[in-house]
């Protein structure tokens, strides 16, 4: 290997930080399977709750239930909001947990929901899936920008201390929430778009914004927004490569969006509501695949090959995203 590093003790020792799972959320998943992440070496998982596909009160509802399911399992899992928390669940080998809503419409057009969610664990929250809504415009549609509300939702984040994500959302909407945040957002779980040309994927003037003021990109590992239905650990590589090349190592992440429930055909879920997931942009991919952390010993030992040195290394795994929640969580 090009670097000489032990990859097998550095990924055992460090920070593995996944900032988006991919379940779908609904108060009748059996969170066992979060076995999968901790089983695969991951420390740290942000596990989404909502999107805008659901109602308010049904977000509401998975969280209520996700929320009681870590509570009530103390000695596998801990729910953390402060990276302090994170380091202790470490320590005790525990698995450290928080949620995510991906899109505005949990908030009921109400501010005052930023708050709530906060208090009940949600860490972290993008402006839109896919669609406009109230705050955002989504990257599906006809790039409204940010509304006057999302602007207060973003000064809301800020104040409470979640993260602002940006994945999913439409180019000038992003632009605009960067321009907004007096802290660092990310792309939770967004590719570049150079290398893969899909309306998921993001622009180089995105990854420039954001890294410009400190935040991270997370590496997605769904087939269709890396290449052809393609996650092999070559093609990965040049996702991380080419945002590491354009703003430096310490602007990279891993934001798998994966869920392990292999009996679920996730074709089925995007077909069902083409407004999210509309014609020309491969959801329609029979068996679509999904790369995730049992990829990453492989991922890692080719980023070493390609000349990414130990703090390159222990950055991409979890060390960049933890800077910038150490940041954001602070209000």
């Not at 208090?119 to 990257?139: D, E, S």
């Not at 790039?143 to 104040?159: A, H, I, S």
Request: negative net charge; aromatic residues 10%; hydrophobic residues 40%.
């Amino acid at each position: 290997m090009q670097n000489n590093i032990d990859l097998t003790q550095l990924y055992c020792d460090a920070l593995v930080w996944d900032a988006h799972a991919g379940v779908f959320p609904s108060a009748e998943v059996d969170l066992n399977l979060l076995e999968y992440w901790r089983d695969k070496g991951v420390s740290y998982l942000s596990i989404n709750v909502g999107f805008d596909v659901m109602s308010w009160h049904q977000t509401l509802a998975t969280l209520a239930a996700y929320r009681h399911w870590v509570l009530t399992n103390p000695d596998r899992f801990s729910l953390v909001g402060q990276i302090a928390d994170i380091d202790q669940a470490r320590a005790e080998n525990k698995f450290a947990l928080s949620f995510d809503i991906e899109g505005m419409n949990a908030l009921n057009d109400d501010i005052n929901m930023v708050s709530l969610y906060h208090a009940l664990g949600v860490r972290q929250m993008l402006f839109a899936y896919n669609l406009n809504n109230a705050a955002a415009g989504g990257c599906h549609d006809t790039d409204c920008g940010l509304t006057d509300f999302g602007r207060d939702v973003v000064r809301e984040m800020n104040r409470v201390g979640m993260i602002v994500d940006c994945s999913h959302v439409g180019y000038q909407t992003t632009m605009d929430i960067i321009d907004e945040s007096s802290k660092a957002v990310v792309f939770s779980h967004s590719n570049p778009v150079a290398v893969w040309d899909h309306q998921r994927n993001i622009k180089d003037e995105q990854i420039r914004a954001c890294a410009g003021r400190g935040g991270v990109i997370g590496l997605n590992g769904m087939g269709i927004f890396l290449g052809d239905n393609d996650i092999r650990v070559e093609t990965m590589l040049k996702h991380v490569r080419y945002v590491s090349d354009l703003v430096g190592t310490e602007h990279i992440g891993i934001g798998f969006d994966y869920s392990p429930d292999i009996d679920v055909d996730i074709g089925v879920i995007l077909r069902s509501r083409p407004d999210f997931w509309p014609a020309g942009q491969q959801y329609d991919t029979k068996a679509i695949k999904h790369a995730g952390p049992a990829e990453l010993p492989g991922l890692i030992d080719a980023l070493s090959d390609s000349g990414f040195d130990e703090t390159d290394i222990r950055g991409f795994l979890g060390e960049n995203f933890k800077r910038v929640a150490a940041g954001a969580w602070q209000p």
